[in-house]
T-cell receptor, first 114, second 114 residues
Framework: KNQVEQSPQSLIILEGKNCTLQ??????????LRWYKQDTGRGPVSLTI?????NTKSNGRYTATLDADTKQSSLHITASQLSDSASYIC?????????????FGRGTQLTVWP | EADIYQTPRYLVIGTGKKITLECSQT?????MYWYQQDPGMELHLIHY???????EKGDLSSESTVSRIRTEHFPLTLESARPSHTSQYLC?????????????FGPGTRLTVL
């Protein structure tokens, strides 16, 4: 069964600190993995996309890693800001359909305190 | 500006009422999607469309219906709203001929049925 599991479920950090969010998946055949940021009451916005051959990708203070062998990904946030408070969702897509089927994790709720 | 729009953003309605949630995109995307999301839970696909006059049911059974008469417009209708329909509804669209192109999400409609 295709699944995406994220940890931790929630996380509280102080402004300026770093944090790492984890994602494990069982989706096959794998196409790509995206990390989305979802602010409260808003739709998700893509932060990074990683394909099978990519190990690391950065977008400003966000750095995503992918280990396709162990089917694990992480999202590292450096020098956190209050605006980073949001839900971070790991989304994996398969390449077995023309639709581009997406599998969503439940997200990690990050709270950054001043 | 290319974007995806949803209206209304919030809707509180009584049981038995008919409602239509609007979704429009100006990106010229062929594929459009409706997701349902409860707090702390993953997004569930309830409807999708490959293009004009194409509509399909997603993974999560839903009593709602959709239509796709124009490329840019993908409304969702509930003929008789019930409290169990209370949720956040997210519309998305994607381009590309095949596979998992990035899905762009609207801001969502928060529906509460009393």
């Amino acid at each position: 069964k295709n699944q995406v599991e994220q940890s931790p479920q929630s996380l509280i950090i102080l402004e300026g600190k770093n944090c790492t969010l984890q994602c494990n998946y069982t989706v096959s055949p794998f196409s790509n993995l995206r990390w989305y940021k979802q602010d409260t009451g808003r739709g998700p916005v893509s932060l990074t996309i990683m394909t099978f051959s990519e190990n690391t990708k950065s977008n400003g203070r966000y750095t995503a890693t992918l280990d396709a062998d162990t089917k694990q990904s992480s999202l590292h946030i450096t020098a956190s800001q209050l605006s980073d408070s949001a839900s971070y969702i790991c989304v994996v897509s398969d390449r077995g359909s023309t639709l581009g089927r997406l599998y969503f994790g439940r997200g990690t709720q990050l709270t950054v305190w001043p | 500006e290319a974007d995806i729009y949803q209206t209304p953003r919030y809707l509180v309605i009584g049981t038995g009422k008919k409602i239509t949630l609007e979704c429009s995109q100006t990106m010229g995307h062929d594929k459009m999607y409706w997701y349902q999301q409860d707090p702390g839970m993953e997004l569930h696909l309830i409807h999708y469309s490959y293009g004009v006059n194409s509509t399909e049911k997603g993974d999560l059974s839903s009593e709602s219906t959709v239509s796709r008469i124009r490329t840019e417009h993908f409304p969702l209708t509930l003929e008789s709203a019930r409290p169990s329909h209370t949720s956040q509804y997210l519309c998305a669209s994607s381009g590309g001929a095949q596979g998992a192109g990035e899905q762009f999400f609207g801001p969502g409609t928060r529906l509460t049925v009393l």
